[in-house]
């Protein structure tokens, strides 16, 4: 059972997903909080597996929020919830470890989607925004860290197609290998490089140019 806190200032919004949420035999929704404090309360008090935060809230926003949960013990995956297509709130959440965004607006299937999708340690970013985000991260491209030279030849291989977006099965055909081999590079590659999952893989490497 995937466990899930709802975090958003608006009740009837809540209400809404609530269901949507519970209507699932494999997701549980356990804490529901209307601004950031009560969130980080609720996520201490229930420990959920994904939290879905909104991101405009009185009291404490949920951009703080998601970086005072991140620094706990064991966090939940975080998707933050907009209305906006590129939300520089969002792409800094995703900088600071949330794995990914979703617009309020998001078609049922695909929010539950998302939920199974983070949970399982991927993540997900808006269809719509994902070309405008990574723009907005490479248009300053910053140095590559010393860290980036502990891959391997074969690790850069991967990294890079990682990076392009391809998926684990999408990768094994290309280059040859199993989804398992693929899996333990990727997972190699974010220890390294002190990543905490493919959002961020793709962040690294726009935000560095090696996109």
Known sequence: MIRVVLVDDQ?????GVRMLVASQPDLDVVGEAGDGREAIDVVRSTR???????????VMDGLTATTQILA???PPRIVMLTTFDLDEA?????????S???LKDADPEFLLAAIRTVNSGSSVIAASATRE?????????????????ALTEREREIFALAARGLSNSEIAAREYLSEATVKTHISRILTKLALRDRVQLVVFA??????
């Open 100 to 102: 990914g965004f979703l």
């Open 133 to 149: 985000l990574f723009q907005h991260f490479a248009e300053a491209p910053k140095p590559v860290p010393d860290r980036y030279s």
């Open 72 to 74: 706990e013990p064991e």
């Open 48 to 58: 959920p597996d994904v939290v879905l935060m909104d991101i405009r809230m009185p």
């Open 11 to 15: 009740a009837l919004f809540r209400a």
């Open 206 to 211: 726009f935000e560095h140019g090696l996109a």
């Open 90 to 98: 969002a792409a800094r959440a995703i900088r600071q470890g949330a």
